[in-house]
């Protein structure tokens, strides 16, 4: 893991930079795990930075959730560049937002954070349900080792870990312009088990999996909001002419928003796994979004976030695409 | 409607399901029941699809009373247009297991309801339910009621509190709606000793001292016209700038009320439909002129404290909070209403 | 015996349902196709329903999603064959789309035979006969679409 050190030094050199406005990084959050987004203007505030296996959240999103309010006469665009710490999942994420031109390479710096994975908060609370003081969370080798009123307990990683985690092939952020610490090399590969054995049963089964989950749904779209990659001026649940999506919560109509937003990130998804992180009804929405990811794998050996040059997996083709089903 | 004094009796805890069975062929129960890890308040038809080991419901049991999507007339469109009332229900309702948190916030928002208008929906499903209680033995970490002068074993607001002493629920009825309830199966209860009453304090106070997060605000009364004074301190800009901008904690908490009113249509008939919306959307307070009285998350961020904590009050003298810590275990960014509300006390006017 | 009867009756009423299907066919080949097909008197199911658009690559894949939530049993885009895009590549796009689309939409339980598409040229007459009554017919067998569908209870 990180050196804070380093970090809040790295941080601190950025935010005395003149062409710099702002870093975004991780503090600690208000109780137990939480961990919370903090922005630093300054390097006092710079101090307060914390990076630890509980810093889930992928920052990338405040990138594009910058307001920009009209400029008054006179006055001038601020194009100053903002840091940002990234972790492998995230870097990614940034990546496929310069791929499709959403932001300039140079009005970003980027710390990257060699990941080693992070924690799954539903995981952890679950086994300390009660733990309202911050807890130290360190990581030693296969294990994290909390410390819990002056206690240290050992866990063994792969209870606490994301699932997106255990099967991560890029730890290691794609993109950085300083990277703090040594680079984590993945031996991992993702399998797709979950997805694989869902796609094989009966329709019937798959419907009935899915048409439960989207019941629970209450459309408040956090999945949307937490997503780096949902950064339309206005997205398709709120355009009103033509109304594709109606407000009323049903069957039918959840079903099509969480089918469209998954579809609107096929070959965009980094697979940070933030939506399902943030959903409040716990509906799986990784197994949606993995499933796309698996498919333009193996349909058009896409991998979404990864090179910078290649061009959105949507607005190219290869002449010898797939037409298996077409008549 | 309230009794004055209240009458006290015990249920056997052998004895809930039966009571559960009797009461079933008249109303209809809605009960917490767990799904996926997370409790719902759900129509039940036999005691056992219920659990009573929870700490709160996911989705508060406003969602009874307030539909998400709520039919409110159809019509058809073409040469004869006619416009059809939606049938209200007339089921009568029993809401099992309540907390005392959740069933406050009916009566927080009831006002917005009756105030300048009899709203139909709405009253015919509240004045229709019965709110059985269950007092919260075991608070969770972001309970903070105690904060709002709730208590998690308050008997106001409901008509009946069901308290677990052990092997036994200490039963109090604090309406003639409760009274009817239990009169029709009063075989069922026991009147209540005193040592049970002391029983039901001693667990209170329990689950009182569990509570161990607090607004660190010393008079409620003082904080409320203090937010007067704040308005445009840069404070509500540093919290705004990590919010997302979901409707979690709106959709979740149990006094958000607002909703907005939609036509969905086919090509010869409609309906017009009314959902929960949420505050914390950029669309919310979207004029049709384009123009935004509230651009920014800034706006939006603290227009969501401020109508809690001072713009209700001042309409209608409550705090439109009551503590039961939804909006804090869902944010996925961690923006905490006790941190913002005690830093925001902390803010030089 | 019972048993025999009732497969039976719900042959028959399989028979009987007659879909509603959707076509989006492109302007500049698949329409054209289609128009071939009527002009040169071809019989086929009058099941479909045609929207022309510009190109397939028009097709925004709630269109299909949406058809469906409306009331179609079934969707039949149309597009030129690979190469002979008006616009050069929209029905390469479009190709892409749809693939993802069918795999996800059998991924949640719909069936993706009801979402199919075909090359039509402007001289294909014959062809899009064809493909409309084999389309037809599948859906046919598929029965009324139990999913998506809007209830609109009111």
Request: contains cysteine; hydrophobic residues 35%.
């Amino acid at each position: 893991m990180v050196n804070e050190k380093q970090l809040r030094d790295e941080v601190k050199k950025l935010v005395s930079r003149d062409d710099v406005k702002y870093v975004i990084g991780y503090e600690q959050g208000t109780y137990g795990f939480q961990v919370t987004p903090s922005f630093a203007f300054t390097p006092e505030e710079a101090e307060r930075f914390i990076f630890s296996p509980l810093c889930a959240n992928n920052l990338s999103v405040y990138l594009m959730l910058e307001e920009k309010p009209p400029l008054r006469k006179g006055e001038k665009e601020d194009t100053r560049k903002v840091g940002l710490v990234v972790k492998g999942c995230d870097a990614r994420a940034v990546v496929q937002i310069l791929q499709e031109k959403g932001l300039k390479r140079e009005s970003l710096v980027i710390i990257g954070v060699p990941c080693t994975g992070v924690i799954d908060p539903k995981k952890i609370t679950v086994k300390f349900p009660h733990q309202i003081k911050p807890v130290d969370v360190r990581e030693e080798g296969n294990h994290y080792v909390l410390t819990i009123n002056g206690k240290n307990q050992k866990i063994p990683k792969d209870e606490l870990l994301f699932e997106k985690c255990k099967q991560c092939e890029y730890p290691t952020p794609v993109i950085h312009d300083v990277l703090l610490g040594d680079e984590v090399k993945s031996t991992k590969k993702e399998e797709y088990k979950e997805i694989k054995t869902l796609e094989k049963k009966a329709l019937k089964e798959k419907w009935e999996f899915w048409s439960k989950a989207f019941d629970r749904c209450i459309r408040c779209y956090a999945c949307r909001n937490v997503c780096p990659l949902c950064y339309c001026k206005e997205c398709i649940v709120d355009q009103l002419s033509p109304q594709w999506i109606y407000r009323s919560v049903n069957r039918s109509e959840n079903t099509v928003w969480n089918l469209i937003r998954a579809y609107h990130l096929a070959g965009r998804c980094s697979g940070c796994g933030e939506c399902e992180r943030a959903c409040p009804m716990n509906i799986p929405l990784t197994m949606l979004n993995k499933k796309i990811e698996k498919d333009i794998k193996e349909l058009f050996q896409y991998v979404a976030g990864v090179n910078l040059e290649e061009k959105p997996l949507l607005a190219m083709f290869k002449p010898n695409d797939t037409e298996d089903t077409i008549l | 409607m309230k009794v004055s004094t209240m009458e006290k009796y015990i249920l056997l805890k052998n004895k809930l399901p039966e009571w559960i069975n009797m009461i079933t062929p008249t109303y209809t129960i809605f009960a917490p029941v767990k799904e996926e890890d997370l409790v719902f308040f759900k129509p039940i038809t036999k005691p056992s699809e219920m659990t009573l080991a929870y700490s709160n419901a996911i989705v508060p049991p406003k969602a009874q009373m307030f539909h998400q999507t709520e039919t409110m007339f159809t019509f058809t469109q073409g040469k004869n247009i006619r416009v059809n009332p939606a049938s209200l229900p007339d089921e009568k309702i029993v809401v099992f297991g309540i907390r005392p948190c959740d069933a406050k916030s009916l009566s927080i928002i009831d006002p917005v309801f009756t105030n300048d208008f009899e709203d139909p929906y709405y009253l015919t499903k509240r004045k229709n339910a019965i709110l059985v209680g269950l007092s919260c033995n075991q608070p969770t970490v972001n309970c903070f009621c105690t904060s709002l002068n709730g208590s998690p074993a308050s008997p106001e607001h409901l008509d009946i509190l069901l308290t677990d002493i052990g092997d036994k629920y200490y039963v109090e009825l604090n309406s003639e709606k409760g009274k009817q309830l239990v009169e029709k199966t009063k075989k069922l209860f026991t009147p209540a000793t005193d040592a049970d009453s002391k029983k039901k304090k001693d667990v209170e106070k329990k689950a009182v001292d569990a509570i161990t997060r607090q607004m660190k605000i010393n008079n409620v009364d003082a904080f409320v016209k203090k937010l007067d004074t704040i308005f445009d301190a840069p404070y509500w800009k540093t919290i705004a700038m990590k919010c997302l901008g979901c409707g979690a904690c709106t959709y979740l908490c149990p006094t958000c009320h607002c909703f907005d009113i939609q036509d969905e249509t086919t090509l010869d008939k409609g309906a017009r439909i009314r959902v929960w919306d949420s505050c914390m959307r950029p669309e919310y307070t979207l004029h049709a002129s384009g123009h935004n009285p509230r651009p920014e998350r800034m706006n939006r961020v603290r227009n969501r404290v401020y109508h809690k904590y001072n713009y209700y009050p001042k309409n209608h003298q409550m705090i439109a909070c009551v503590g039961c810590g939804r909006c804090i275990d869902n944010c996925p960014v961690n923006i905490d209403i006790i941190d913002v509300i005690t830093k925001a006390g902390e803010v030089k006017p | 015996m019972m048993q025999t009867t009732q497969v039976e009756v719900k042959k028959k009423m399989k028979k009987d349902f007659e879909p509603n299907i959707i076509g989006f066919l492109c302007n500049w080949c698949s329409y054209a196709g289609a128009d071939l097909a009527g002009t040169s008197r071809m019989q086929y199911p009058p099941n479909l329903k045609v929207i022309r658009v510009m190109c397939s690559g028009r097709i925004n894949p709630i269109f299909v999603i949406n058809a469906l939530q409306q009331g179609a049993d079934g969707v039949l885009i149309g597009g030129c064959h690979p190469g002979d895009c008006h616009y050069e590549r929209g029905n390469y796009l479009a190709r892409r789309r749809y693939a993802i689309l069918r795999e996800l939409l059998d991924y949640v339980g719909i069936d993706p035979r009801r979402v199919r598409m075909t090359w039509v040229s402007a001289s294909e007459g014959k062809k899009f006969a064809d493909v409309v009554k084999e389309v037809t017919d599948e859906i046919r067998e598929l029965g009324p679409i139990q999913q998506l569908k809007r209830e609109n209870t009111w």
